[in-house]
């Protein structure tokens, strides 16, 4: 079994590359209406204290560097990822980060979180060992990192989160397990953030002094396939903080995705991880919306293996509960985001180069 149905984030089809931003008819209850287009590959979103709306861009690489890639294979890389701000009415790129691409595939920036007034904390996908980029050029060493920017345009590495699966290799034993680190989602705060590695299946905490700790990792489950049982990796791809302090985790799941098989699972610090929510299929992110509501943003309704890029789009109820798919009428979901007013935003077409965009829906 290849690496890529293992631990990547996901291997997308060439096909799946070039289909429409946002499908054609919507649940009649949704209100549906583009805030931002033509982004480059959108993936994860958070709001600012401002009212500022800014999207990860993973970016299509560039041609500063190349290298045999495990998951994307002759990749190359350069400074095309990024992150677009929308605000008031305009639209604007306020930072140039690393990308990495086929032509097909990108990785790079994944997800953004605000802390304050100006502290943009973004991740930047590896998807392998970081042994990998031994002898690559300075370009390539910011790759598996989380890095700290402001809204001037100014980044700067802050942990090296691909160094830390290096050194430690937390889920180290479990079956079909290896090193490989793609830092994937960050929930910032203050003091501390918290970072989900979808290549580690782990969750971290990097406290006020820049160390790390791990406070959770996830199991391999044994699922149908082949009238067989194989190996699933987990791959958590997402973070929200609930309205009990909790943590709450997305996954994506690896091969061979299951329709259905992707949960939520609920953290809390020094307890293990248990289901929130599931019947989900290759989550790529959550948030919650003011009244408690949990909004979860499948990249694949239907499955990474099917070639329908439909996404789809739930609602579990305050609390818990049966989850409610409010659409499946948006292709390939990145990310989701709730106002204050309840309006919620979601990011589509996250593999697409420059024809990504954002929505607002009003259910």
């Not at 489950?221 to 009990?244: E, K, L, Y």
Request: net charge negative; glycine share 14%; charged share 10%.
């Amino acid at each position: 079994m290849s690496k890529p149905f293992r631990r990547g984030l996901v291997s997308f089809a060439a096909a799946l590359v070039a289909v429409a931003t946002v499908g054609v008819s919507s649940a009649p209850a949704l209100t549906i209406t583009p805030v931002a287009t033509g982004l480059d590959q959108p993936r994860g979103m958070a709001f600012g204290p401002n009212g500022a709306l800014y999207v990860a861009e993973a970016g299509e690489g560039g041609t500063d560097f190349c290298f045999a890639h495990p998951i994307l294979g002759q990749a190359c890389g350069g400074m095309t990822g990024g992150l677009t701000r929308i605000w008031k009415g305009k639209q604007e790129r306020i930072l140039q980060l690393p990308s990495i691409a086929s032509p097909v595939e990108a990785l790079g920036p994944s997800d953004v979180s605000v802390q304050g007034n100006g502290n943009l904390f973004v991740t930047i996908g590896l998807g392998a060992d970081p042994a990998i980029l031994n002898g690559l050029p300075p370009a390539a060493q910011d790759l598996g990192w989380l890095v700290k920017g402001n809204p001037s345009g100014n980044w700067k590495r802050f942990v090296n989160i691909a160094a830390f699966e290096a050194a430690n290799n937390p889920d180290a034993g479990q079956p079909g397990t290896q090193v490989d680190s793609n830092p994937n989602a960050v929930l910032a705060g203050p003091g501390r953030q918290v970072v989900v590695d979808a290549g580690a299946n782990d969750v971290l905490l990097v406290d006020q002094h820049r160390d790390m700790s791990v406070l959770a990792v996830f199991p391999v489950r044994f699922v149908p396939f082949g009238g067989g049982m194989i190996p699933m990796q987990p791959v958590p791809t997402s973070i929200a903080a609930g309205p009990d302090g909790a943590f709450y985790i997305g996954q994506l799941t690896g091969f061979p995705f299951p329709m259905g098989g992707a949960n939520v699972f609920r953290l809390v610090p020094g307890q293990a991880p248990t289901v929130y929510a599931s019947g989900f299929t290759n989550i790529l992110d959550v948030a919650f919306g003011p009244d408690g509501s949990l909004y979860v943003a499948e990249i694949f309704h239907f499955g990474l293996l099917s070639g329908n890029p439909a996404g789809g789009l739930w609602r579990v109820p305050p609390g818990g509960g049966t989850p409610q798919l409010l659409t499946s009428d948006l292709n390939l979901l990145g990310g989701v985001v709730v106002g204050q007013d309840g309006s919620v935003y979601v990011s589509t077409c996250a593999t697409c180069r420059n024809a990504g965009a954002v929505v607002k829906i009003v259910p």
